[in-house]
């Protein structure tokens, strides 16, 4: 395990007075503070990161402490998922530049990774996501990647920024992407080019109101993610109040919630990242509860994913049913634990799937996952 103090700012969140946790089953007292003097953080399976570079959204931009106003409401939130271990590493020190941000951040991901953590991300401008993918490309290794936001950051810009950071990641050579979704898009803001292009790709791109209408959809798309990245814009101005650009359209508090919950059930997911909050415009504090409480539901989630079986290597905790589709038996599975469902493809692989997919199945019909997958593979 490396030594990654260096990466980080000398004083940590946990050392101010801001920290102001007093009941023993707080988070603030539980949660394992990563410092200098306490630089072990093998038995964590989680591991909280903040970083506050914005220069890719303004390059005169000041450094962001949005993930100490998230820290200071989420430590005085209670713990009940004792038997998930999280560790909070502070803050990645300012670099000089916003490359040598990055490098940090970075650097300090790809070890999180490569100790078979979990990291979240608490951002800083939305560009960051390109470090969380950056792990994965120099491992050599393709990845699923995920994003919510309202918008599709497909801008072509000079330099890597947050309005066109997914143009040099789904388009750079050698590629690692396998495959990309995007949630919570909003179509007046969205240059129908751009979901054209998405979808000649074999990309899924959902458009808000679907989000809204059926949330558990994108549980089996979450689920069978690498790594998800958050904008805060894809919430409802009225809900993210600090949103200086918001929409007065968007994802409701608690639908975020239920989405960072799915993320936390994925077996796969290594990072995840919330980026886009502005402190400085959060008067009362609202956009910091929010992200705090998808936390909160990200490790909630994560303990189900503690407890579910892996459903090709232990059958006995899944129910399997068999359909006849096109023409050939395909096995669903149904986990006893949390009812959620698999189905398994022509290669005998399974794949991540919902129970109207299940239903639309045993009515003689292609579910439109297991066709999108089927031209992945093509």
Partial sequence: MSDLHSFFAEKHFAELPENNAGHPLQIGKKIQVITEFKPDWSEADIVLVGCGEQRGHDFN????????????????????????????????????????????????????????????????????????????????QTANAAVVDMLIDLEETENISDAGFLMDMLT???????????????????NPGMLETLDKLRFDCFRLGRVRENPEEMEPVLRNCDL??????????????????????????????????????????????????????DTDQQGARLIAQMLWYFVDGFLVRKNEADPVADRNDFIEYQVALTGNDTLFLKSKKTNRWWMQLPDGSFTPCSYADYLQAASNEIPERWFREQERVV
Avoid at 181 to 189: D, E, K, P, W
Avoid at 255 to 281: F, K
């Fill in 61 to 140: 931009a000041g450094w962001s402490m949005a993930a100490d106003a998230v820290r200071a409401e989420l430590y005085r939130m209670y713990d009940w998922h004792g038997s998930v271990k999280v560790a909070d590493m502070g803050n990645i020190r300012e670099g000089a530049s916003i490359a040598d941000t990055r490098a940090a951040l970075r650097t300090v991901l790809q070890e999180i990774q490569e100790q078979g953590k979990v990291a979240l991300v608490i951002g800083g401008s939305h560009d960051l996501t390109l470090q969380q993918y950056d792990v994965f490309k120099r491992a050599g």
């Fill in 172 to 190: 750079e050579q050698p590629n690692f992407v396998r495959h990309f979704s995007h949630m919570g898009f909003q179509s007046y803001y969205t």
């Fill in 228 to 281: 998800l990245s958050i904008d805060m814009k894809a919430v409802r101005k009225c809900d993210a109040p600090f949103l200086k650009d918001g929409s007065p359209n968007g994802l409701f508090g608690d639908e975020m919630c239920q989405l960072t919950r799915y993320a936390g059930m994925s077996g796969r997911l290594s990072s995840m990242g919330i980026y886009g909050y502005q402190p400085e415009n």
